[in-house]
C-alpha cells in the first residue's frame, strides 16, 4: 500500500529553514515510527513551506520525504489555494493509493480533500471548540480554521478520532469515523521517573501559555497550598499571542518562588524532567488528546488533569490519574495536594498509567490500526 501523509513540518512552523533534517509534530513523528515498523507499506510524507529546505529522500527505510515550496499568497490569505495546488501536483506524481491529512490547524486537511485520491482526516485540535474557547473574532486565524474544518471534514471518506470527544464534534458532519488514540515516541517507554530524594518535589505543567491551558488560574489555586509543604511548579512551553493573559502570567511566577517558567523544552529536555518530575498537572478549559497526558504515561508519571475534552478518554480516575474541575481553585488544589502527599498513590498511578500506555499508544499498534482504516476505506469504493 502507498499512503501519502500530508503534515507540517516543524522546520516551518519555527521558521527552522537552514535545518537540513524535516521533523514533525510529536503525534505524527510517533505514527511515523509505527509506519517505519511496517513492511507491506510505502509512505510519502507531504508538506509545504515558505521557503526552500534541504532535506534527506527518505526518512526511514520506507519512508520518502517531500518538501514542497509555496509562495506566502498561498496559505491562510487564500484560503491556502497555493499549498493545495502544489501539494495536488506532487501527489500526481507519488500516485498514492490514499491520502491522510493530519490536522485541520493548517493546509494539511484542505489539501487531502483537494487531492483527487481517497483520502481520511485526523483532528488534532478541534479548530470550531477551540475558536469558541478563545472567543475568536470573525475573520481571525482561529475563525478561518473553523470555518474551513466545518467545510472540509464532510469532503472526506472519514475522520480519524483520537477521542470520542473528536467524534462527537465532528459526528454530524463526517461521513465515516474511528476512533483511534495518538501513538506516542518508542523513547518515552524507556523512561520510568523516579524524583531524586533530598530536592524538592517537582510539578511539571508543559503547554501554551494562554488561556485555554489556564496556567493563571492554576497558580492561583496552589496558592492555598504554598505555605503547606515545599514543592515547585516548573511550567514549560511558548509563552501565546495573547499579551495581556501572558503579562500576567510572568507577574504571577515573579512574586511566587515556589514557581518557575522554564520556557520551550524539547524532546531531549522534556524526558530529562520527566525522569525527575513528582507528577504531571494540566488544568486546561478545553483539550482534545493532549501529548504530553500520554508522554508522562508512558514515562511512569502520575497525571492530575482537568475532566474536561477527550482527557476522560484517556485518564481512567482514581487509577491512571487524578481528575479536577480546571474552574473550582479548592478541586485543583486538592487534587495536587493528594498527589504531593501519598506516595503509595503517585507509584501506583504512574505504575497503571504506563501499563496503559503500553496497551493503547505504542507506535506499531497504532500505524497498524491506520493500515485497516485505509484498507477499509479503499474496499468501500466502488468497483469500476
Same mark, same amino acid.
Given at each position: 500500500?502507498?499512503?501519502?501523509?500530508?503534515?507540517?513540518?516543524?522546520?516551518?512552523?519555527?521558521?527552522?529553514?537552514?535545518?537540513?533534517?524535516?521533523?514533525?509534530?510529536?503525534?505524527?513523528?510517533?505514527?511515523?515510527?509505527?509506519?517505519?515498523?511496517?513492511?507491506?507499506?510505502?509512505?510519502?510524507?507531504?508538506?509545504?513551506?515558505?521557503?526552500? @529546505?534541504?532535506?534527506?529522500?527518505?526518512?526511514?527505510?520506507?519512508?520518502?520525504?517531500?518538501? %514542497?515550496?509555496?509562495? $506566502?499568497?498561498?496559505?491562510?490569505?487564500? *484560503?491556502?489555494?497555493?499549498?493545495?495546488?502544489?501539494?495536488? $501536483?506532487?501527489?500526481?506524481?507519488?500516485?498514492?493509493?490514499?491520502?491522510? +491529512?493530519?490536522?485541520?490547524?493548517?493546509?494539511?486537511?484542505?489539501?487531502?480533500?483537494?487531492?483527487?485520491?481517497?483520502?481520511?482526516?485526523?483532528?488534532?485540535?478541534?479548530?470550531?471548540?477551540? =475558536?469558541?474557547?478563545?472567543?475568536? $473574532?470573525?475573520?481571525?486565524?482561529?475563525?478561518?480554521?473553523?470555518? *474551513?474544518?466545518? &467545510?472540509?471534514?464532510?469532503?472526506?471518506?472519514?475522520?480519524?478520532?483520537?477521542?470520542?470527544?473528536?467524534?462527537?464534534?465532528?459526528?454530524?458532519?463526517?461521513?465515516?469515523?474511528?476512533?483511534?488514540?495518538?501513538?506516542?515516541?518508542?523513547?518515552?517507554?524507556?523512561?520510568?521517573?523516579? !524524583?531524586?530524594?533530598?530536592?524538592?518535589?517537582?510539578?511539571?505543567?508543559?503547554?501554551?501559555?494562554?488561556? &485555554?491551558?489556564?496556567?493563571?488560574?492554576?497558580?492561583?489555586?496552589?496558592?492555598?497550598?504554598?505555605?503547606?509543604?515545599?514543592?515547585?511548579? %516548573?511550567?514549560? +512551553?511558548?509563552?501565546? !499571542?495573547?499579551?495581556?493573559?501572558?503579562?500576567?502570567?510572568? #507577574?504571577?511566577?515573579?512574586?511566587?518562588?515556589?514557581? @518557575?517558567?522554564?520556557?520551550?523544552?524539547?524532546?531531549? #529536555?522534556?524526558?530529562?524532567?520527566?525522569?525527575?518530575?513528582?507528577?504531571? =498537572?494540566?488544568?486546561?478549559?478545553?483539550?482534545?488528546?493532549?501529548?504530553?497526558?500520554?508522554?508522562?504515561?508512558?514515562?511512569?508519571?502520575?497525571?492530575?488533569? =482537568?475532566?474536561?475534552?477527550?482527557?476522560?478518554?484517556?485518564?481512567?480516575?482514581?487509577?491512571?490519574?487524578?481528575?479536577?474541575?480546571?474552574?473550582?481553585? &479548592?478541586?485543583?488544589?486538592?487534587?495536587?495536594?493528594?498527589?504531593?502527599?501519598?506516595?503509595?498513590?503517585?507509584?501506583?498511578?504512574?505504575?497503571?498509567?504506563?501499563?496503559?500506555?503500553?496497551?493503547?499508544? *505504542?507506535?506499531?499498534?497504532?500505524?497498524?490500526?491506520? @493500515?485497516?482504516?485505509?484498507?477499509?476505506?479503499?474496499?468501500?469504493?466502488?468497483?469500476?
Amino acid at each position: 500500500m502507498r499512503i501519502a501523509i500530508l503534515t507540517t513540518d516543524s522546520r516551518e512552523h519555527y521558521k527552522d529553514y537552514v535545518n537540513p533534517v524535516p521533523y514533525f509534530g510529536t503525534a505524527p513523528e510517533a505514527l511515523l515510527q509505527g509506519f517505519a515498523q511496517l513492511k507491506d507499506v510505502e509512505v510519502h510524507v507531504v508538506c509545504c513551506a515558505r521557503e526552500a @529546505v534541504k532535506s534527506p529522500e527518505k526518512v526511514a527505510a520506507n519512508i520518502y520525504y517531500h518538501a %514542497l515550496v509555496v509562495p $506566502k499568497i498561498g496559505w491562510m490569505k487564500t *484560503l491556502y489555494q497555493g499549498c493545495i495546488r502544489a501539494t495536488r $501536483k506532487k501527489l500526481a506524481e507519488i500516485q498514492p493509493d490514499i491520502v491522510h +491529512g493530519q490536522g485541520t490547524e493548517r493546509d494539511c486537511a484542505i489539501s487531502a480533500v483537494s487531492s483527487g485520491f481517497p483520502n481520511v482526516l485526523t483532528i488534532h485540535g478541534n479548530m470550531g471548540l477551540i =475558536a469558541k474557547v478563545n472567543r475568536a $473574532k470573525t475573520f481571525s486565524f482561529f475563525w478561518l480554521a473553523a470555518q *474551513l474544518e466545518k &467545510r472540509t471534514i464532510p469532503r472526506s471518506q472519514g475522520v480519524v478520532c483520537i477521542t470520542r470527544y473528536t467524534e462527537e464534534a465532528v459526528r454530524s458532519l463526517a461521513k465515516r469515523t474511528w476512533v483511534v488514540p495518538n501513538a506516542v515516541d518508542a523513547s518515552f517507554f524507556e523512561i520510568n521517573a523516579e !524524583p531524586p530524594s533530598g530536592k524538592l518535589p517537582r510539578i511539571l505543567c508543559v503547554g501554551l501559555i494562554c488561556v &485555554r491551558k489556564n496556567q493563571n488560574a492554576f497558580i492561583r489555586a496552589l496558592d492555598s497550598l504554598s505555605p503547606k509543604g515545599k514543592f515547585e511548579v %516548573l511550567f514549560l +512551553g511558548h509563552k501565546g !499571542p495573547e499579551r495581556a493573559y501572558v503579562d500576567e502570567f510572568t #507577574a504571577l511566577i515573579r512574586d511566587r518562588p515556589w514557581c @518557575v517558567y522554564g520556557g520551550m523544552a524539547d524532546r531531549a #529536555a522534556l524526558k530529562q524532567h520527566f525522569r525527575e518530575a513528582t507528577a504531571l =498537572a494540566l488544568p486546561s478549559l478545553e483539550d482534545n488528546c493532549p501529548m504530553v497526558v500520554l508522554e508522562a504515561m508512558a514515562a511512569r508519571v502520575p497525571v492530575v488533569a =482537568a475532566n474536561v475534552g477527550g482527557l476522560p478518554d484517556l485518564i481512567e480516575e482514581g487509577k491512571t490519574g487524578l481528575f479536577c474541575d480546571p474552574l473550582d481553585a &479548592r478541586g485543583m488544589a486538592g487534587a495536587m495536594e493528594a498527589i504531593l502527599r501519598d506516595n503509595s498513590l503517585r507509584r501506583n498511578l504512574g505504575q497503571n498509567g504506563k501499563q496503559q500506555a503500553m496497551v493503547r499508544f *505504542l507506535p506499531e499498534m497504532v500505524a497498524q490500526r491506520h @493500515v485497516d482504516i485505509y484498507r477499509e476505506v479503499l474496499d468501500a469504493r466502488p468497483k469500476r
